[in-house]
């Protein structure tokens, strides 16, 4: 059995052409929706995401008030991993077939959807990076971005009130993967044994409900991180921290206050893990979280950082 990652996601907002208007300047493209009543917005890869009103009672029940996140969509390599997995998540709260793929509620009470992968290869070129001993990129200049468009979606992250009965559904019950982890605090996951540094990120924070903290999608390189996290500023979109970097994955970062509930995030260059890695079991700190971050991020005019009450 393999889930291949996130291949769809569908959110239920209070103000659908707020949120289209954010989508279409974060970088997606808007498609004819195979579902009346919907918008869809595609990543580079086909990866779909879904805008419904928030009282559409086609959606799964929510799991915090306000607009959110309704439902991810995992793919998977074939029909026959379906079969497989539905025989692991027999009797889980809200376990549902139908021809297309099979659902189920985790701890958190999110929705999730199993379907056989029709996610796209992106062939992209992207700019070498030269260092020290390692040069690649020779009589070129590397690129200046004036917005980004997402490749795919990376991965989700999910407050959730019980952390070890969240991590032990998504490792026993879908064979997720732990990569690294902050003790008692957070469970960084991938859905498979090699492959990029999360899928999924579980964090508890006490006291705090199951919610939606935001959804990541990958881009080429880190300047397309700052040349779309300047795009959205120059858009009037409030920056949450960006650009900066997290040492726990390598990844450069620009989160992006969202009216579709939580943070949107641009990033790049996170780890790639294979069978051989060992999970580190790390304190939560300041200093884990973000090696560097500028708060308000960049002025998409002046290139220079936000006055903070500016």
Not at 261 to 281: C, I, S, V
């Amino acid at each position: 059995m393999k889930i291949t990652g996130i291949e769809a996601l569908k959110f239920g907002v209070d103000d659908r052409p707020k949120a289209a208007s954010f989508l279409a300047d974060f970088g997606l493209s808007r498609a004819e929706s195979d579902i009346p009543g919907a918008d869809l917005f595609l990543t580079l890869n086909q990866s779909r995401l879904y805008l419904f009103d928030i009282d559409d009672a086609r959606l799964p029940a929510a799991f915090e008030p306000g607009s959110t996140l309704r439902e991810v969509v995992w793919g998977v390599e074939s029909a026959a991993c379906l079969e497989q997995l539905a025989e692991r998540l027999a009797g889980v709260e809200g376990l549902a077939r139908d021809p297309g793929g099979l659902s189920c509620r985790d701890p958190n009470g999110m929705t999730l959807r199993f379907r056989p992968s029709a996610v796209q290869p992106v062939a992209l070129r992207v700019a070498a990076i030269n260092q020290h001993g390692d040069i690649r990129r020779v009589d070129e200049a590397s690129p200046v971005y004036e917005r980004g468009e997402p490749i795919g979606v990376g991965h989700v992250v999910f407050f959730t009130p019980d952390l070890a009965r969240a991590e032990a559904f998504y490792r026993d019950r879908l064979g997720f993967h732990l990569s690294d982890c902050y003790e008692g605090k957070g469970a960084f996951m991938r859905c498979a044994a090699e492959g990029h540094h999360h899928d999924l990120f579980l964090l508890h924070v006490p006291g705090k409900a199951a919610g939606l903290n935001h959804v990541a999608f990958t881009v080429r390189d880190i300047h397309e991180v700052i040349g779309a996290g300047m795009a959205m500023n120059r858009k009037g979109w409030s920056t949450f921290i960006g650009p900066g970097r997290h040492p726990i994955s390598s990844a450069y970062f620009w989160y992006v206050n969202s009216p579709l509930g939580g943070a949107f995030e641009y990033y790049t260059n996170d780890d790639y893990l294979t069978p051989a890695w060992q999970p580190r079991t790390m304190e939560h700190r300041l200093e884990l979280f973000t090696e560097w971050a500028i708060e308000g991020g960049l002025d998409g005019r002046t290139r220079r950082q936000v006055k903070q009450g500016g």
